[in-house]
């Protein structure tokens, strides 16, 4: 049951009014009173525990070092040039592959004009000009007796190299060897008995996307500094070459950083940051480094011999895609597609011819061209391996004995070769219409001239260009349009929807899988 409360009478709330009034008065009178006070505490807050990267700073900064590159410089009229021409034989700064521009940042800020280089690099050379700094970067320790590991790139057309420790001591480096196709260099200090502080190399297995890794490094000429990130991908592609494998992070990498460590959070090398994908020329946490697997064997071998010695097929490959499996009758698009094989190679003695897909070496499976270059580049040369290769619908092995890169080659496995059927007869322009193509007769009376390209068809899509040839069909060599159209017409029995036509361009010759008869 409630309880009936009545409304107080005006009496009543008038002698309250009275007390509360003459309470506030004895307040106001300085009279002390019996009261509890209340005071706001300071926020407080139990962060959540966080790694800290500072003991991993304290224990590898002396490894990194500033890797100051100098050149020739000759006076010249320019007042833009600051009174100088900077000399790189014949090549300038940003001389890399047009692949590489988007990526690379060169290391190239320019010193003050009037500073005075290292001791013994500041006079004049040989009557050629002065040596003076033209580029910057970053490399690390990876030895007691001063082995420096930096980026092909940063030191590249140097006359002369300074590295510059974490405590401002200089010290003049020699170039010991460089690897471009890895973007790999090592110097080499002369410390006079002094033992350096050094860093080794983590192992791959152990690194996972999502782990935290620090960057060293002297970005913009500032000095050592660290900045810190997580690995966001790895085996990165990004078109510099066939040994492509990078790690990605986001750590804040810019100019300078180049030839800079990255480390894992027991002070080990993970990988060597060498480029950034940027729009504006500064960091926007896109950066690729050389993982420690490969760094460390290129290395090892730039410290034995001054080069690397890569294992080589002497084969033109290109990756299998779906359309090309499809063509092939693989199940899966996976593996290396040979193009061509040059006379006298390796892969040429060893039986290999266009057409192939290399799907294993040494029973470890391919998966692409890529993977075959990486893998067979990693090799000695002089060892044999077994390739599994996919040849007219089914699996065979070769054993191949690996040659030596030749210097000039561009990669592991890859070469640039011709191969075109030897005769040549009078072809209709209408046979290939259902594929987008009009072919004739070639100049050179080998295989079909393409004469035109239907731009709606699945051949434009394909990038195949009217002036190429067609050279080969399923692997099978074409003289005129009715040999073509044998050959499809036995694809279509088979069972396949989609042929492999060799494409012969004036870069060389390449794979490509076409829908049959419009099929998609």
Do not use: C
């Amino acid at each position: 049951m409630f309880k009936n409360i009545k409304a107080p009478s005006l009496n009543t709330a008038l002698k309250a009014s009275t007390v509360a009034g003459l309470a506030a008065a004895v307040l106001a009178t300085g009279i002390p009173l019996e009261i509890t006070r209340s005071y706001a505490e300071a926020v407080k807050v139990q962060a959540p525990s966080v790694p800290s990267f500072a003991n991993v700073v304290d224990a590898v900064s002396p490894a990194v070092v500033s890797v100051r590159v100098e050149n020739r410089v000759n006076p010249v009229s320019d007042d833009d040039a600051n009174g100088f021409a900077f000399d790189f034989n014949g090549r300038g700064l940003d001389d890399l592959p047009d692949a590489l521009k988007p990526f690379f940042r060169q290391f190239g800020e320019q010193g003050p004009q009037g500073r005075r280089g290292p001791q013994g690099h500041h006079g004049p050379q040989d009557g050629k000009g002065r040596l003076r700094p033209v580029a910057q970067g970053s490399g690390f320790f990876i030895s007691e007796d001063g082995y420096i590991v930096t980026n092909n790139h940063v030191v590249s057309d140097g006359a002369a190299f300074v590295a510059v420790m974490n405590d401002g001591t200089e010290l003049d480096a020699k170039l010991i060897g460089k690897d471009p196709r890895t973007d790999l260099a090592v110097l080499k200090v002369d410390g006079k008995g002094r033992k350096f502080t050094y860093v080794n190399w983590a192992n791959d297995d152990g690194v996972r996307v999502g782990d935290w890794v620090v960057a060293v490094g002297n970005p913009f000429g500032l000095g050592g500094t660290v900045t810190a990130g997580i690995v966001s991908a790895r085996g990165r592609d990004i078109g510099s070459g066939p040994y492509d494998d990078y790690l990605q992070v986001d750590a804040a990498v810019n100019r300078g950083n180049s030839g800079g460590p990255t480390f894992n959070l027991n002070g080990e090398v993970v990988g060597i940051n060498t480029a950034i994908f940027s729009p504006s020329g500064g960091s926007v946490g896109i950066a690729f480094a050389i993982p420690a697997s490969t760094a460390k064997d290129v290395v090892a071998d730039l410290m034995k011999d001054g080069q690397v010695s890569r294992g080589y097929l002497g084969v033109q490959i290109q990756p299998v895609t779906k359309d090309i499996a499809d063509s092939l009758g693989l199940s899966e698009a996976n593996g290396a597609l040979v193009v061509s094989a040059q006379a006298g190679t390796p892969g040429e003695k060893a039986g290999m011819k266009a057409g192939d897909v290399v799907t294993a070496v040494n029973g470890e499976t391919i998966k692409d061209a890529r993977d075959l270059s990486r893998r067979i580049g990693a090799m000695t040369p002089g060892k044999k391996v077994e390739l599994s290769v996919w040849r007219s619908g089914k699996a065979q092995s070769l054993t191949v004995e690996l040659g030596t890169l030749p210097a000039e080659q561009k990669d592991a496995s890859a070469d640039d070769g011709d191969q075109a059927p030897e005769s040549q007869a009078p072809a209709s322009e209408k046979a290939l219409a259902d594929l987008g193509l009009t072919v004739g007769p070639s100049d050179d009376g080998k295989g079909l001239q393409i004469t035109g390209i239907d731009p709606d068809s699945d051949a434009a899509d394909k990038g195949i260009k009217e002036g190429e040839k067609i050279t080969s069909v399923n692997n099978q060599e074409v003289s005129n349009a009715d040999d073509v159209v044998k050959v499809l017409n036995q694809a279509k029995k088979d069972g396949r929807t989609r042929a492999l036509f060799q494409i012969q361009s004036k870069d060389g010759s390449r794979f490509v899988a076409l829908p049959i008869n419009g099929q998609g």
